[in-house]
């Protein structure tokens, strides 16, 4: 009764150890191929390399993610004029500058907690880096507005 | 994309009619029970979103015509819904939240007759 046990076993053991092997195999496959995914953090790829300008994508948002941007604007609403004002230049800033130095600010960014701006307003920028499909949006329909219609950031609120 | 004569009248004509149905207590859901009548589903709070940012983009004067509203409508909505479902979301969202715009609703019947 022993004896036909241990093969089993056995061979439950050899098909589990190959079952293991192949999903180790499958998983590292993709991982080596996605090695360079942290180019979109923290600020999505897509915003290092746009080359519209703040207000051309604040449009494409209002008009293609309507409510990630009403949100944004109702945050904005409920900050002081300065620090809004401050927003605004950061991001002003932010989009003249080149890929390469978008990089290395969007790694300032995550290290310096002591940054001003951010202290004041810590979702000052959510509408332009926090999230991918949303840039995404963004980036596919900026190019289509003017580039420098200052009333996308006028925008009052629904009520 | 230009919808025929008869379905603007009959989105208006429903607009209208939506507008002396009785109302419940959340408007939200009213707005909703109205898009699934037209086969439009989705999350009820964003619709809600959508239909309120719809007023307030027609009161700010940035869609100045229901076509362009109805545009921000079907790029916003599920990608399967059509122009005409577009034209009934305009309605139910004037209906509900910005009644005062019906005359937008009317302007676009006009101009398609």
Not at chain 1, 27 to 50: C, F, G, K, N, Q
Not at chain 1, 97 to 117: C, G, H, I
Not at chain 2, 15 to 21: E, F
Not at chain 2, 34 to 58: F, M, S, V
Request: with cysteine; glycine share 2%; charged share 20%.
């Amino acid at each position: 009764m022993h004896r036909p046990r241990r093969p089993r076993a056995r061979s439950a053991l050899r098909a589990g150890i190959a079952a293991l092997a192949a999903t180790v195999a499958t998983t590292a496959l993709p991982a080596t191929a996605m090695a360079d995914s942290t180019d979109d953090y923290p600020i999505p790829h897509r915003m290092i390399v746009t080359t519209c300008t703040t207000e051309q994508i604040l449009a494409a948002a209002r008009d293609f993610t309507p409510i990630y941007y009403e949100r944004y604007m109702i945050d904005k609403h409920n900050k002081s004029p300065q620090v809004q004002l401050a927003a605004i230049d950061s991001a002003h800033y932010f989009y003249s500058l080149n890929p390469a130095d978008r990089r290395a600010y969007s790694e300032q960014m995550v290290t310096n907690f002591a940054d001003p701006m951010t202290a004041a307003w810590p979702n000052w920028a959510k509408i332009f880096f926090n999230n991918k499909g949303v840039a995404a949006k963004e980036t596919d329909h900026c190019a289509d507005y003017p580039p420098n219609d200052q009333s996308v950031w006028d925008w009052s609120p629904a009520r | 994309m230009r919808l025929t004569k008869l379905s603007v009248l009959v989105v208006v004509g429903a607009a209208i009619v939506a507008l002396a149905a009785p109302t419940h207590a959340d408007p939200d859901t009213d707005f909703a029970n109205q898009l699934h009548g037209q086969g439009i589903y989705g999350p009820l709070d964003y619709n809600a979103w959508l239909g309120k940012i719809t007023c307030e983009r027609l009161r700010n004067g940035l869609d100045t015509t229901a076509d362009k509203s109805a545009h921000f409508a079907l790029i916003n909505l599920p990608r399967d819904t059509s122009t005409a479902q577009s034209y009934q979301f305009l309605a139910a969202a004037i209906s509900t939240y910005c009644p005062d715009q019906v005359p937008i609703l009317t302007a676009a019947a006009a101009r398609h007759q």
